[in-house]
């Protein structure tokens, strides 16, 4: 049990703090005013959305980002932190979300690279240092093969040893199994023992109970909570990181599907298990559309590389249409009616330097119904500039290589990809992250055409708002399960929310 020492606090000059600082970049202004303090010893949970501004903030305190407006104060002086250097040498140390370690080379000179005292005095240090915090890696071993969890560990070393007294960790329990979770969190709690503030960016709002003594959430670049986490209930939280008028939209929902739910499902898990997620049982009606909501990391993506045969499958059972398709090949799972547009289209889904058209018909060379056609360059033609108009895809011609497209106009041509295979369902993970206001409509009525057609779609979505929008049925995972499932009258993003950072109902979670 972590012990809020707010009382003792107030009569104590603060590490650091926030005061009216505004960041805008071009027209987009992303802090809006904010005001925040940490203590030593305090655990400050920073938590938000994506693109709250919770990383803007911190790289403006790290001396990466200048601030438009606003004052930064160390033990009540303003400073000005012109870089990265200035901030280390005020004692500010900041462990990126993705650790970067050298791999061919071990912990100790990981830790220690970029010092200019001798090696053998920052040797007895380190051991000093582990010593005291007592964690069990070996200093000898050599990066490439630490877990997530030791490489932050490396980093947080590195701050040690710079004797930060401020150290922020952007979300780093994002990658790390449970167990590495409680690793860190000890590591946590040694640091907050010997005075050190802590700034700890999550998405995870169970995680705020177990390590902050402070909270603070950022929404649209305001706080709109900030104080001793003993003061804030979880339903308090979850309030403040909906928009204000979430009242509205709960209220603004409730039409009811028209998906024919005595039908056979198209698709269907059965205690479906794999890598990063666990007993998912699951169906798909035809022309429905079925929200995957949660957050980052709760397993979503894994389920669908797992159904597309692009990972292993652990236990359970896919069915399409009745027929078992459980760990086949992805060009089997083409065949028989399922196709996937990936959440990255820049790693997986696009073949950047492949013409529009080529990109178009590529997972249709699979496809049942066209068989070997489209290794026919005319019927290629044809097939792409019925989706190019069907989409409003913004080309200068189908020989335009898909990378120089916008981001939006890359994400039709990867869902017009999958949909020329003639799929029954199609997986669409993130579609609209990333690209702008007007191709997200586009893409919304290229789901609505779908679901008209009776193509089912299965979407995953961090943004609550879309599946509120599109959705016909939801459920959320959390932690790699399906925790809730919601009817359209039921689906808002209040229930969302709650669900999807596993404070609903049945699956308490926490310890
Ligand atoms: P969070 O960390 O809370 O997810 P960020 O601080 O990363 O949010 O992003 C907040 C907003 O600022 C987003 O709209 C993002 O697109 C924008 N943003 C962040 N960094 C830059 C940058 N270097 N240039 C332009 N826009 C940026
Ligand atoms: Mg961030």
Not at 27 to 51: P, R, Y
């Amino acid at each position: 049990m972590v012990v809020t020492n707010s009382q003792t606090r107030e009569n104590q000059t603060a590490l650091l703090s926030v005061r009216g600082i505004y960041k805008s970049f071009g027209l987009n202004q992303v802090l809006k005013g904010i005001d925040l303090d940490v203590s030593s010893g305090e655990v400050l949970a920073l938590i938000g959305g994506n693109g709250a501004g919770k990383s803007t903030l911190m790289k403006i305190i790290m001396g990466i980002y200048t601030h438009d407006r606003g004052d930064l104060l160390l033990r009540g002086e303003p400073v000005t932190v012109a870089n990265t250097a200035a901030a280390l040498a005020r004692g500010i140390y900041m462990v990126p979300q993705e650790p970067l370690l050298f791999p061919n080379m071990n912990v100790e000179e990981n830790v220690v690279i970029g010092f200019t005292q001798s090696k053998a005095e920052l040797h007895k240090e380190l051991v000093a240092v582990m010593e005291d915090v007592g964690w069990d890696l070996d200093l000898s071993r050599k990066a490439s093969g630490l877990s997530i969890a030791e490489q932050q560990m490396v980093e947080i070393l590195r701050g040690i040893l710079r004797h930060a007294d401020l150290l922020i960790l952007d979300e780093p329990t994002s990658a790390l199994t449970f167990d590495e979770v409680k690793s860190l969190f000890k590591v946590i709690r040694d640091l907050q023992q010997k005075g050190i503030g802590i700034i700890y960016i999550t998405h995870r709002l169970a995680e705020v109970f177990d390590i902050a003594t402070d909270v603070a959430i950022m929404r649209d670049g305001i706080i709109t909570i900030h104080g001793p986490v003993s003061d804030f209930t979880r339903e308090d939280l979850v309030r403040g990181l909906l928009p204000p008028d979430a009242e509205e939209a709960v209220k603004a929902t409730g039409s009811v599907s028209a998906v024919d739910y005595s039908a056979e499902p198209v698709l269907e898990l059965r205690d479906f298990s794999g890598y990063g997620f666990s007993d998912v049982d699951l169906k798909v009606w035809p022309g429905e559309v079925l929200g995957v909501a949660g957050v980052v990391g709760a397993g979503r993506t894994e389920m669908a590389t797992t159904i597309f045969g692009m990972d292993r499958v652990l236990g359970g059972k896919v069915l399409l249409s009745g027929v078992d398709i459980t760990g086949k090949k992805t060009r089997q799972v083409i065949q028989a009616g399922l196709n996937y547009v990936p959440e990255d289209r820049h790693l997986n889904g696009l073949f950047k330097i492949c013409d529009v058209a080529a990109n178009t018909t590529s997972a249709s060379l699979y496809s049942r119904a066209l068989g070997s056609v489209f290794l026919n360059r005319r019927a290629e033609r044809e097939v792409t500039d019925g989706y190019v108009k069907s989409f409003r895809t913004k080309i200068t011609g189908q020989e335009q290589l898909a990378g120089s497209l916008s981001g939006g106009n890359q994400q039709k041509v990867v869902i017009g990809r999958s949909l020329a295979s003639g799929p029954k369902i199609v997986v669409l993970d993130e579609p609209t992250r990333g690209i702008d206001a007007a191709a997200r409509g586009d893409v919304y009525s290229i789901i609505h055409q779908l679901r008209d057609k009776g193509v089912s779609v299965l979407l995953i979505s961090s943004d609550m708002e879309e599946i509120v929008e599109l959705a016909d049925r939801a459920v959320t995972m959390y932690q790699g399960r399906i925790n809730a499932e919601f009817k359209k009258e039921d689906i808002n993003q209040d229930n969302l929310m709650a669900a999807a950072f596993g404070i609903a109902g049945k699956e308490e979670i926490g310890a």
